[in-house]
């Protein structure tokens, strides 16, 4: 498999396979999607060597942490069947991991080089006393006396990603810098349909497979020019180049358009373009559901570019998640001088004095919705919160704060809530909405919650 953009990695990796013994330690970084564990991934195999790849996402504890990589490095994959049968072990911290790499190895009397990947690595950042694991795993080789090379794999550069000034550095740094926009369509090129061979080809099909993967082509360079800009992220670029070449070619399949019409094709497939950009990132249905909902939409298209979006305000929540995810609209989208206004238990004349005040002050200000949405921590959005369940009366206790800070963290997973402040600051947590006013009041009308009360300068 071609690798665009990724020649000086991938020779450094092969280095580092050849000369594993000499390495103990490297540190793999760069933005999400730019191939790191792919071509790591593909570098071992290729070359044969052994390994375990562990995801540190599937690990929630130390104990479960150093007992899958004992249990990955010692298994019987990738040929190596000088391994104990006895796979009884307990290994609840770093000093018990070396123990047990030192004498299964000693027992074993082979020096073979293996190679511990550790995926998505930024999650350790969370286990207790996460920068002493870390200096752990840098330090396997040393500890154990094991011929073995730990590799991190991370989104963050070690700066950021090392919580201590004192952590040891990795013996390698790679740095998988982002994909240019010619990488990016060399990749996109990768996933045009193959051309079967002459026996296997349909000759009643419209398109032949020929011109299917020249269409695709032509579609993946018009998709690099309007979607390169606001999204750089290779997974979802691929989704959404998958998604709509269904949609570029069907006015050339109902013999509507040719192929070198590309001002009329682009013109057809401009509405849906526009349509994923809104909602770059949340998937809230899967491509079959979208093409399917999507019918209707383009019936009543040739009616003129001023069409409902079906599936723009489709976000199903729970009832308490969904009163956090507009109080988090609130917060985004209304100043924080405001809230006295709209939440606190003041006077009427003094409610009057302040609006009349803030009319004043904010003539000359751009409109909340031309702004974009504003960073806000989460105890403002927690205080709105309990404000609005109470102003809307509902018979029910509050959850708890465990509960709601789960229910949080699901916003975020889910791309409606943005993180902005880093991981590591606990003490101020802070975070931006991802939903436009559409899906907002959307939200509020099936929650029969009167969201306009709690704005300020917004129109729906």
């Not at 982002?178 to 051309?195: M, V």
Request: a positive charge.
């Amino acid at each position: 498999m071609a690798m665009p953009g990724r020649e000086h990695q991938k020779q450094v990796l092969a280095n580092l396979v050849r000369r594993g013994k000499h390495v103990p330690s490297a540190y793999l970084f760069g933005l999400p999607a730019t191939g790191k564990s792919t071509l790591t991934r593909k570098v071992l195999e290729d070359s044969k060597a052994i390994h375990a790849i562990i995801d540190c996402m599937s690990v929630f504890t130390v104990a479960q942490l150093f007992d899958t990589c004992l249990e990955a490095l010692l298994s019987c994959e990738n040929g190596d069947t000088c391994v104990d049968s006895d796979l009884n072990w307990k290994c609840d911290n770093a000093a018990d991991f070396a123990f047990e790499l030192k004498m299964r190895f000693a027992k074993q009397g082979h020096n073979q080089h293996r190679f511990l990947v550790l995926d998505n690595a930024d999650a350790l950042r969370a286990f207790p006393n996460s920068s002493t694991l870390i200096q752990s795993l840098l330090r396997v080789a040393d500890m154990s006396g094991a011929n073995i090379t730990v590799m991190l794999i991370s989104c963050l550069d070690w700066v950021r990603f090392k919580e201590s000034a004192q952590c040891i550095d990795p013996a390698l740094f790679l740095y998988f810098p982002a994909y240019t926009r010619a990488e990016t369509k060399a990749i996109l090129a990768l996933d045009a349909p193959a051309i079967p061979p002459r026996s296997e080809s349909n000759d009643d099909e419209e398109l032949s497979p020929e011109e299917e993967q020249s269409l695709y082509l032509q579609f993946v360079d018009l998709a690099i020019q309007v979607l390169h800009q606001p999204c750089r992220d290779l997974n979802e670029l691929r989704h959404l180049v998958a998604l709509l070449f269904s949609k570029y070619k069907e006015p050339i399949m109902r013999g509507k358009y040719e192929k070198k019409d590309t001002g009329k094709l682009y013109a057809h497939i401009q509405f849906y373009f526009k349509e994923v950009i809104d909602k770059l990132y949340i998937r809230k249905i899967s491509s079959s559901e979208w093409s399917q909902t999507n019918v209707s939409v383009r019936t009543s298209f040739a009616n003129g570019p001023t069409v409902s979006q079906p599936d723009a305000t489709d976000v199903d929540l729970p009832h308490n998640t969904a009163y956090l995810l507009l109080a988090s609209f609130i917060a985004s989208y209304n100043p924080k001088g405001l809230d006295v206004r709209f939440f606190a238990r003041a006077s009427e004349k003094r409610t009057r004095k302040t609006a009349s005040k803030m009319k004043k002050t904010s003539s000359t200000k751009l409109r909340q919705q031309l702004v974009g949405p504003k960073t806000f921590p989460i105890e403002r959005m927690l205080a709105i919160f309990y404000r609005i369940k109470e102003d809307t009366q509902v018979d029910e206790e509050m959850e708890s704060l465990v509960d709601i800070q789960m229910q949080i963290k699901s916003l975020i997973s889910k791309g409606l809530l943005l993180r902005m402040s880093q991981v590591s600051r606990l003490e101020e947590v802070k975070c931006k909405v991802n939903i436009g006013l559409e899906t907002a009041y959307a939200l509020a009308g099936r929650m029969r919650f009167d969201l306009s009360k709690y704005l300020h300068d917004f129109k729906a």
